[in-house]
């Protein structure tokens, strides 16, 4: 897979720009000094992925001022075939639409279609604060991979929503008439949560099998790496969760167990990292987590993901850089950086590499 243009419309600090890239090149590096739109240029592309920015929740954000509307467009090849991407925001009236080859599609069906693996200084955070940040990253890995799962999540989310509301109506009400209906809404929730926990945890499977020999490449030492679904669903079937939690649910008026509370936790040599990792532990850990992605995006779908690597050679030291290098062969990569040194560190791949100053 690969991008072959990018056109983009009021994004940001981008006007009306255009860039093709270069055929016979894998490497983009953007260069420059910070301020410049190096970032901006990941985020179109991430957004032409995920149908959504990495920095902000609010697609008004992405508008660049004074203006109504953005528009994003890409041209991508794979397999053989070319297909034409589009995200369109608009403010008022307030819309979003996406479309594939032209035709309008759903978020849902648009997903998929472009395959990024994103890897940026703040994705540490994802490693030691909120669990919600963990459940992004397993859900936006699971959901680029497997149509179904995306599909599960998104009715999980709009069922949970709804139990949430009964549960509320019901303790406000002080009513048992309306457990009935809980029942209903249960049924349901339970169906979506299923497939979303079968899909993690072998997800994390995944990840076991794999995150001690990339770990151990990277730092170039053995140690011991686990990860760990933290869920109350290990050792006990949501059905039967979610009846031990009904009046628990009914007092709060919230859905208190579900994949929308579970968690991952990292190990190293038996410790959990949030208690005794270093900052150079961190990092190691955080590379091989991105590289066993793409490696599993490979293996899920059969194609190389587009790699999104916004200033993070800045984050690594040389060995883990030469690490990532030899990762990345084979994957469209569009690098970031301020360094005009770092391109001396790519010496060898200088034959592969595109320059764009910023």
Same mark, same amino acid.
């Given at each position: 897979? +690969?991008?072959?243009?990018?056109?983009?419309?009021?994004?940001?600090?981008?006007?009306?720009?255009?860039?093709?890239?270069?055929?016979?090149?894998?490497?983009?590096?953007?260069?420059?000094?910070?301020?410049?739109?190096?970032?901006?240029?990941?985020?179109?592309?991430?957004?032409?992925?995920?149908?959504?920015?990495?920095?902000?929740?609010?697609?008004?954000?992405?508008?660049?001022?004074?203006?109504?509307?953005?528009?994003? $467009?890409?041209?991508?090849?794979?397999?053989?075939?070319?297909?034409?991407?589009?995200?369109?925001?608009?403010?008022?009236?307030?819309?979003? $639409?996406?479309?594939? $080859?032209?035709?309008?599609?759903?978020? /849902?069906?648009?997903?998929?279609?472009?395959?990024?693996?994103?890897?940026?200084?703040?994705?540490?955070?994802?490693?030691?604060? /909120?669990?919600?940040?963990?459940?992004?990253?397993?859900?936006?890995?699971?959901?680029?991979?497997?149509?179904?799962?995306?599909?599960?999540?998104?009715?999980?989310?709009?069922?949970?929503?709804?139990?949430?509301?009964?549960?509320?109506?019901?303790?406000?009400?002080?009513?048992?008439?309306?457990?009935?209906?809980?029942?209903?809404?249960?049924?349901?929730?339970?169906?979506?949560?299923?497939?979303?926990?079968?899909?993690?945890?072998?997800?994390?499977?995944y990840l076991n099998k794999n995150l001690e020999k990339y770990y151990s490449q990277v730092a170039d030492e053995k140690n011991r790496i686990e990860?760990?679904?933290? /869920? +109350?669903?290990?050792?006990?079937?949501?059905?039967?969760?979610?009846?031990?939690?009904?009046?628990?649910?009914?007092?709060?008026?919230?859905?208190?167990?579900?994949?929308?509370?579970?968690?991952?936790?990292?190990?190293?040599?038996?410790?959990?990292? /949030?208690?005794?990792?270093?900052?150079?532990?961190?990092?190691?850990?955080?590379?091989?987590?991105?590289?066993?992605?793409?490696?599993?995006?490979?293996?899920?779908?059969?194609?190389?993901?587009?790699?999104?690597?916004?200033?993070?050679?800045?984050?690594?030291?040389?060995?883990?850089q030469g690490h990532l290098l030899k990762s990345i062969k084979g994957c469209q990569t569009i690098i970031t950086t301020t360094n005009i040194d770092?391109?001396?560190?790519?010496e060898e791949l200088k034959d592969f590499i595109t320059i764009i100053e910023k």
């Amino acid at each position: 897979m +690969k991008i072959r243009k990018l056109q983009l419309e009021n994004f940001r600090n981008y006007s009306n720009y255009s860039y093709d890239f270069d055929n016979d090149k894998e490497i983009t590096i953007l260069l420059g000094p910070n301020g410049q739109g190096k970032t901006n240029f990941l985020e179109a592309l991430y957004t032409l992925s995920l149908g959504k920015s990495f920095r902000t929740s609010t697609q008004e954000d992405l508008i660049e001022w004074g203006n109504e509307y953005l528009r994003c $467009n890409c041209e991508i090849t794979t397999d053989n075939d070319t297909i034409n991407l589009e995200v369109f925001y608009s403010k008022d009236p307030k819309q979003k $639409n996406f479309k594939r $080859n032209g035709v309008n599609l759903k978020n /849902s069906e648009y997903f998929g279609n472009l395959l990024t693996v994103l890897f940026h200084p703040e994705d540490l955070n994802m490693l030691y604060l /909120s669990p919600s940040l963990r459940r992004k990253y397993l859900n936006i890995i699971l959901s680029q991979t497997d149509k179904k799962y995306l599909k599960n999540l998104s009715q999980f989310k709009k069922v949970l929503k709804q139990r949430n509301a009964l549960l509320h109506e019901i303790r406000e009400k002080f009513s048992n008439n309306l457990i009935e209906d809980l029942e209903a809404w249960d049924q349901e929730l339970i169906e979506f949560a299923d497939y979303i926990l079968e899909k993690r945890k072998e997800f994390i499977k995944y990840l076991n099998k794999n995150l001690e020999k990339y770990y151990s490449q990277v730092a170039d030492e053995k140690n011991r790496i686990e990860v760990e679904y933290d /869920s +109350k669903t290990n050792n006990t079937a949501y059905k039967e969760l979610i009846k031990l939690r009904r009046n628990e649910d009914i007092r709060r008026a919230e859905t208190t167990t579900g994949p929308h509370r579970d968690d991952m936790k990292f190990f190293i040599n038996g410790k959990e990292i /949030s208690k005794s990792a270093s900052r150079g532990e961190y990092r190691t850990l955080l590379l091989a987590i991105k590289l066993i992605e793409i490696a599993y995006i490979k293996e899920k779908t059969g194609k190389n993901p587009v790699l999104l690597l916004d200033d993070v050679f800045s984050e690594l030291d040389r060995k883990r850089q030469g690490h990532l290098l030899k990762s990345i062969k084979g994957c469209q990569t569009i690098i970031t950086t301020t360094n005009i040194d770092l391109i001396d560190e790519f010496e060898e791949l200088k034959d592969f590499i595109t320059i764009i100053e910023k």
